[in-house]
DNA sequence: AGTTCACAAATGATATCACATATGCTAGAT
DNA sequence: ATCTAGCATATGTGATATCATTTGTGAACT
């Protein structure tokens, strides 16, 4: 098991690199569903004891991202057409909530950021870098959330994009096919004009075809359906 | 500090032991906002070593129940009113949206079962037993959504109880000055009627008069407004 | 060849120890 | 009396050791 490293300022504890290494890796796909991990295995893997990283492990598991088996295992957990259809249907619920709770805050300084996010996921496209096409999209729907200074739903947006992130690279191949338009345009535009029903139409548009129609396809034509 | 103690079974774990006593005590409003935790207290009331209380710690810190600070203390957050009422309208759009999507899977044996838990709450409220009140309510919400086979946005509201906990006391005992109706029949009809649009009616009001209103009043009265 | 049992290796869980940092208290100076 | 410096204590973090349980392997048996 390879878990890229990442960058860390120095006070951070072991136990916090160690989660968002996991984290990280766990969100862009690196990570396969049903792979099996090992507390020791992990810890060599990182060159540190077990202990650090039996707590970034809890940690996951109590966000979902890794799975505790009865026989206190743990695994990635595997996905099924119904689980998958649920967490693409959660994360639009949660998303919306959130974009239609930011916009009141909105600044155009943010508005600026994102797009230049948006720009340099236009690039990252291009160069078919699609790990960073991946963080670069989450960052776009983070930061805008985030503006609403009382937020808090962004950790339960994470952890649903953790949830689908072992089965991010199976679908960020196919998502030249079904994502036709660039919802991003979409959702800068309805923020330019503070129009509250453009954002959230956009905002569910962009999720449902960023990953339902291309996750469905790679489901249907592999996996277990219930 | 005193945690209750929980009932197990046999096989259960230490950490897990600690995780469900903490969860228990903070979701009910045991431990106020803003106290002060420490691992080896918490460990000394239990009588374990500080390894398990730090993995049931953390997990509570990755669902936002105890917050670490930036000395590396935790503590219980503090409650304000902007953050009371994102959490408050958090809760409604999850609830609603999980109790739309259970409402194709549900039986007549657990609205039977659902029915019973809202008897007993009666009793609980006849009787002044708030906490058990609290935990009865959470059951009655979690069993609903929990019909659902593919069910993946209980633990997102789990979270959302676990950080309206610790203001559950203050709260709760205002109740009855605004809980007039009672919520639950109305949801306990429109699931018998197989209604959506009533269910997700009913489940926003029963969310709203059980804790928006009263909470709102006591926050004005106690707390900053930021 | 396949099955089962026994033993070895791997793994998870927890306590303990060592170390670094943060906190709190006391004594001295102003 | 108040502030500050310094030291003792408390606390968080991580490594290590120990034990119980699980997994894996190989030999004996059918």
Redesign the interface.
């Given at each position: 098991m390879n878990i890229p490293e990442l960058p860390v300022d120095a006070d951070t504890?072991d136990?916090e690199s160690v989660y968002a290494r996991l984290r990280h890796a766990i969100m862009v796909g690196t990570i396969e569903p049903g792979t099996n991990l090992t507390m020791r295995g992990l810890a060599d893997a990182m060159g540190l004891s077990p202990?650090p990283v039996?707590?970034?492990v809890?940690?996951?598991?109590?966000?979902?991202a890794i799975e505790i088996l009865p026989n206190?295992r743990m695994a990635i957990p595997e996905m099924?057409l119904?689980?998958f259809?649920?967490?693409v249907?959660?994360r639009i619920?949660?998303e919306v909530?959130a974009a239609e709770?930011s916009l009141p805050y909105l600044s155009d300084h943010v508005i600026e950021k994102l797009q230049q996010l948006d720009d340099e996921m236009d690039i990252a496209l291009s160069e078919e870098n699609l790990d960073k096409l991946t963080i670069l999209n989450l960052k776009f729907h983070r930061m805008l959330y985030s503006v609403?200074?009382?937020?808090?739903?962004v950790?339960?947006i994470e952890?649903?994009w953790l949830?689908l992130g072992p089965f991010q690279r199976q679908v960020v191949k196919r998502v030249k096919e079904f994502y036709k338009i660039d919802r991003h345009k979409e959702i800068l535009t309805a923020l330019r004009a503070r129009d509250v029903a453009a954002l959230m139409n956009a905002t569910e548009s962009d999720i449902r075809e960023g990953s339902s129609r291309s996750g469905r396809r790679v489901l249907t034509e592999n996996l277990p359906t219930t």
């Open positions: 504890t136990q202990t039996r707590e970034a809890r940690r996951l598991s109590s966000e979902n206190r099924t119904g689980r259809e649920e967490l249907a959660l619920t949660l909530h709770r609403n200074p009382n937020q808090v739903s950790p339960a952890s649903v949830q």
